[in-house]
Each structure stands twice: as C-alpha cells, then as structure tokens.
C-alpha cells in the first residue's frame, strides 16, 4: 500500500526544490524530519509539511505509521508567472517567476521488502532463462553447421 501527497503551484523554481527532495528521498519518515528541521533551505518546512499531509492520509488508510518510508518524490516544473522590469530608455526585461509541482510517495517497509524480493527472483529468473536460450543457440550452431570437405 502506498499514500501520496501533492502539492500544486508552490512558488519557488524547482531546480532549488529538487535540492531539498534529493536530501530525503528513500529515508524513513522520522529521518526526513530530522533531516529537514537542520536545514536552513526555504523549501524544507514546506517537505516537512507536505510529509506530514502524507503520513496523515497513511493514517487514515490503516497504515502503520512507523514504517512509512518516503518512496518516490517528484518535482515537476509548474506555470511561469511572466512579469517585467522596468529598464534604461523605456524598455522592459521579461522576469520569469518559476513555479514547481511537489508530489511524495509513501510506502510501509513491511510491503516493499516483499515486493523487491519478488523482484529479485524475476530479474534472476529472467538472466539464467537468457543463459539458458543462449546455451541452446550455440549448441544447435554447432550440430548444424556443415563439415568441411575433403
């Protein structure tokens, strides 16, 4: 099971918000909030928040809280707010005023080890089937290739 949090139209660039983003993702809850409470970055009250409004909607799922893990976090570019500066001789520079798009992902540990050992056993499943395909390919190779005349 997972929980998401969104937060729309936050006005800070993302380049600066996937700073704080990369800082706690795939950490436990309670270590992204101490993470986030020694930072001085603007955006990292705001995760701390957003976090919060994820453990809340986890909570209101059944999920156990203690083991929420933040799984994925996403910051995408939102609308540019267009404004000008006035400048020399009555012309006017174009400001651009970035806007960012905040989504986190939460998952309890108990299902995601489950989920990555299921993984495992694919990924390893699929590399000896390979193997075995190629295995097969040389040995038809040999059977079928012609001998040389004398």
Do not use: C, W
């Not at 983003?21 to 436990?28: E, F, Q, S």
């Not at 990292?44 to 409004?53: E, G, M, R, T």
Request: net charge positive.
């Amino acid at each position: 099971m997972h929980a998401t949090a969104k937060l729309s139209q936050y006005r800070q660039a993302p380049r600066k918000v996937r700073l704080v983003a990369n800082l706690v993702k795939g950490k436990t809850v309670a270590d992204a909030l101490v993470e986030l409470n020694s930072r001085a970055k603007r955006a990292a009250p705001v995760f701390a928040k957003l976090i919060n409004s994820g453990v809340a909607n986890a909570k209101a799922q059944g999920m156990d809280v203690s083991l929420l893990r933040i799984s994925e976090i996403r910051v995408d570019k939102g609308a540019v707010l267009k404004r000008s500066r006035p400048r020399a001789q009555g012309r006017a520079f174009p400001i651009h005023k970035h806007t960012s798009h905040i989504m986190i992902t939460l998952v309890d540990t108990t299902s995601s080890k489950s989920a990555a050992a299921k993984s495992e056993k694919k990924a390893e499943a699929a590399v000896t089937e390979k193997k075995t395909a190629v295995a097969k390919k040389t040995i038809t190779k040999k059977k079928a290739a012609p001998k040389a005349g004398k």
